[in-house]
Every structure is written in structure tokens, then in C-alpha cells.
């Protein structure tokens, strides 16, 4: 190790940790567990973008990008080729639309959208093999989830920076620099560079702009790495534990950037999938809603208390939603679907089912207590009936996080139901194995399948 590198390591800790790991990313031997964990993320990212074809955030991002006129290899969902930042911007747009996608419960972001399509689309741009893609992605999405982690991702929430558009941002840009075969100083301006960009308010949530967060935290981590690869040169210091990015968004120093630690452990294994399609913060409740259905359903309700975390009162606590992307952020919304048997799908979320009566009525019979203790992926909800009886439910785990985790044909499932009004039977069957088994030759069947 050179004295340079040593004083880069204690000045620029984390640039220096980041910058080793990413530069290496393309040929690491990752274990199985992890390779099979980033091709289910794969799987789940382009089900939901996918299943989002009609989305009208999608549709305005895609005519934008359509009518810049790009030229690339990079393959836009359901469409054409274009740039590589073009078309991640798309494509991570609808991955995002409704709401679907897996989240890194310690970050509080979603990573595989930006991660993904960023590989995707840079890795088809310069002819990378699927294991490279692969590769890229687990380099993205370790980067993303690490830098969000020790409760930073939830801070920057609660300060009001949507998560996704800050640490999709530095995934892209790891996933890209790896790709562009950045060396270790040009994945160090790549990360500056992403730094600069990073953005999203979470007082958009409930609008087309949340979508479009991840989509631009795509299309931000692609062009800066690109910039890197052309000798940008950017603050290396912005990721540091007190960098100029953590006091930018946590003001008071309270939470800072962890220490960034490529250890043995691996942050895409501790990765959550959506059963539901609405925030994850409403998956708890929507669990215990269902499990006492059967008990509530036909009964004349008095009142609804439900117990859920700090978190979920603030991102997902909008008491009267109006419009179906209002609804999947309202968890007093989604304790109506469950507990009058809806399967909470894209479906529950259309401006027509938003204003059914019969959901309206127990809606507005639901509390929420918060609680400063409460796990986010937990719940509790009592129904008081009519005659004063109670019905108690309790969620201990919601469904799709790593201690309670959809399995492969849960997955397929929820794939084929996004994918198969799009596609048909035959292709959505067809598409689910060719991105199952991902790093075995089978870019060119993905290309085929979802062109336009």
C-alpha cells in the first residue's frame, strides 16, 4: 500500500472503502445465497415496471425520454433502445409507479430499482455479460444500503429527503462505475459526483414525483459515473461519517453516515419484498387487517384502533386519501381493504375503488396510535363492534421481510399477476424463468421479451 493511498484511507475513509470494493465488484465470487437473492430483486424489479405500463408517471416519463431522440443500446421497457440515462430514467420510473418494489428496511429506500436498471441499461450499452450485470447490481445496492444504514435512511426520511432519491442515486452509480470499469479514484468522482445530485422530498409521496425519484436517481447515478469515466473530478468527502452530505440533510448532526464496512455480511439478504402494493410501512397493518376478515366482514363496526410505528404515522398516515396513490400511503386506507377482504392489489389502488362506500365508511371508523417503540414491520388492531365486543389482531412480522420471506413461487405469483395482463401467459411465464436464471446466457431472451 502506497503512503498515498494510506493518507487517502484516514483522510477519506469511506470514498477509500467504497472505492476498493466497486472497483473489484465485476470479479468478485459472490456466495450463492447472494446471486440468488439479487436475481429474485431482478425478478421483482421488472414484474413491477412491467405491471406499470398504463401508469401515467410512467407514460409522461417515457415521452419525455422518447422525444429527447437519444441514441444507445440500453433497451426501455415495452419500447425501444436509447441511451443508457434515458432509458433508466424510464424504466426505473415504472418500477416504481406502483408502489411494488422491494425495500431495504435500514436504508428505508428502494435500491433494486435504481440499481437494477442502471446495470441493466449501462451493462447492455457496453456488452457486459449477465454475470457482470449481476455483479454490478450487488456492488450498487450494498453501496446504496450500507451508506443508509445505522437509522441515517430513516433520519433523512423523517427530515423529509425521500431515502430512494439519495441512496438509489449512490447505487446506480456504484452498479455504473462497475461496468464502466472505473478504477478505484474514478469510482471515488463517481460517488462525488452522485453525491451532488442526490434528491426527492417525501412531501411528494402520494404523487407522480415519488415514482420519479427512483428513475431519476438512476438516470443521476448513470451520468455520474459516465462523467467519471471522462476524468470529471468531484468532492470526495461528501460520504464521509460528517461529510458535507450528512449536514446538508441531518442539520443538528444527530445521525450521521455510518462507517462505511464491506464485511462478510451482506445487505441484499436482509432485503424486504411487497406482497402489497402500497408502502411498505402499510404491510403490517394490511397483515393483521386480513387474519381476523373473516370475524369483522358483515359486522356493524364502531371504531378501529390501530398501534404502528412512528414512521408510519408520518410517511403513510394520510387520514382521507382521495386518489389511489393517496391510498397507498394511507394505512388507515389499507386496514379498510383488509379487512373487507380485498387482496390489496394495483387493483385497490384505481381513483374508482378509493371511493367505494363501503370503504369509505370503515376508513373513516380507523385511529392511529403511534408508537416511538413499535418495529416498523409491526402491527396491532383492535375492532370494537357495535355491541362493545372487541376483535384484536397482531402482526409480529409482516410478510416479505428476511425473518418471514416470500418464497420463490410467492414471487412467481406476484409476477405473473403483474405481467401477464401485459404480456400474456405464454411470455410472462416465459420472461419469470429467463430472469430466474438470469446469469445463464439470457440477456437476449430478456431484450426480446420486453421490446416494444
Not at 441512496?167 to 469510482?187: K, W
Request: with cysteine; charged share 20%; net charge negative.
Amino acid at each position: 500500500m502506497t503512503t498515498e493511498t494510506q493518507n487517502e484511507m484516514q483522510t477519506n475513509p469511506n470514498a477509500a472503502a467504497a472505492g476498493r470494493f466497486i472497483a473489484a465488484a465485476k470479479g468478485h465470487n459472490y456466495p450463492a445465497s447472494v446471486l440468488d437473492a439479487a436475481r429474485m430483486t431482478l425478478v421483482d424489479t421488472i414484474g413491477v415496471g412491467i405491471g406499470a405500463h398504463a401508469e401515467e408517471a410512467g407514460r409522461s416519463v417515457r415521452q419525455v425520454a422518447a422525444k429527447w431522440g437519444t441514441s444507445g443500446d440500453a433497451q426501455v421497457l415495452l419500447g425501444g433502445k436509447a441511451a443508457p440515462a434515458a432509458a433508466a430514467l424510464v424504466n426505473a420510473t415504472m418500477a416504481h409507479c406502483l408502489d411494488y418494489d422491494d425495500t431495504h428496511v435500514g436504508a428505508v429506500a428502494h435500491l433494486s430499482s435504481p440499481a437494477w436498471n442502471a446495470a441493466l441499461a449501462v451493462g447492455m450499452h457496453v456488452g457486459a455479460s449477465e454475470r457482470e450485470i449481476l455483479s454490478a447490481y450487488i456492488a450498487g445496492f450494498e453501496t446504496g444500503a450500507r451508506l443508509g444504514g445505522d437509522f441515517f435512511g430513516q433520519t433523512a426520511n423523517e427530515r423529509g429527503f425521500h431515502s430512494t432519491g439519495v441512496f438509489g442515486c449512490f447505487a446506480a452509480a456504484a452498479a455504473s462505475a462497475v461496468l464502466l470499469g472505473l478504477d478505484e479514484q474514478g469510482v471515488r468522482n463517481a460517488l462525488g459526483a452522485a453525491a451532488t445530485q442526490v434528491s426527492g422530498l417525501v412531501g411528494s409521496f402520494g404523487t407522480m414525483s415519488k415514482p420519479f425519484h427512483s428513475g431519476k436517481a438512476a438516470m443521476n447515478g448513470i451520468l455520474a459515473a459516465e462523467l467519471a469515466a471522462e476524468g470529471f473530478v468531484a468532492a470526495e468527502d461528501l460520504i464521509e461519517t460528517d461529510g458535507a452530505l450528512a449536514k446538508a440533510i441531518i442539520q443538528d448532526g444527530a445521525v450521521k453516515i455510518p462507517a462505511l464496512d464491506y464485511g462478510e455480511d451482506w445487505e441484499v439478504l436482509q432485503n424486504t419484498f411487497k406482497p402489497y402494493s402500497s408502502c411498505l410501512l402499510t404491510h403490517p397493518v394490511i397483515d393483521a387487517a386480513r387474519s381476523i376478515k373473516d370475524q369483522v366482514m358483515g359486522k356493524e363496526i364502531d371504531s378501529i384502533e390501530v398501534d404502528v410505528s412512528y414512521l408510519c404515522t408520518m410517511l403513510a398516515g394520510k387520514p382521507n386519501p382521495q386518489t389511489g396513490l393517496e391510498g397507498k400511503f394511507s394505512a388507515a386506507y389499507c386496514v379498510a381493504l383488509g379487512l373487507n377482504g380485498y387482496p390489496v392489489t394495483a387493483l385497490d389502488f384505481s381513483e374508482e375503488r378509493v371511493q367505494e362506500p363501503v370503504l369509505r365508511d370503515t376508513l373513516s371508523r380507523v385511529k392511529l396510535l403511534s408508537s416511538d417503540d413499535r418495529d416498523s414491520r409491526t402491527a396491532a388492531l383492535r375492532v370494537t363492534l357495535a355491541d362493545g365486543s372487541t376483535i384484536d389482531a397482531e402482526c409480529a412480522m409482516a410478510l416479505g421481510n428476511p425473518t418471514n420471506p416470500m418464497s420463490w413461487d410467492d414471487m412467481r405469483t406476484k409476477f405473473e399477476g403483474l405481467v401477464e395482463p401485459v404480456l400474456g401467459k405464454e411470455k410472462a411465464v416465459e420472461l419469470f424463468e429467463v430472469l430466474r436464471n438470469f446469469d445463464d446466457g439470457s440477456l437476449d431472451d430478456y431484450v426480446r421479451l420486453v421490446s416494444a
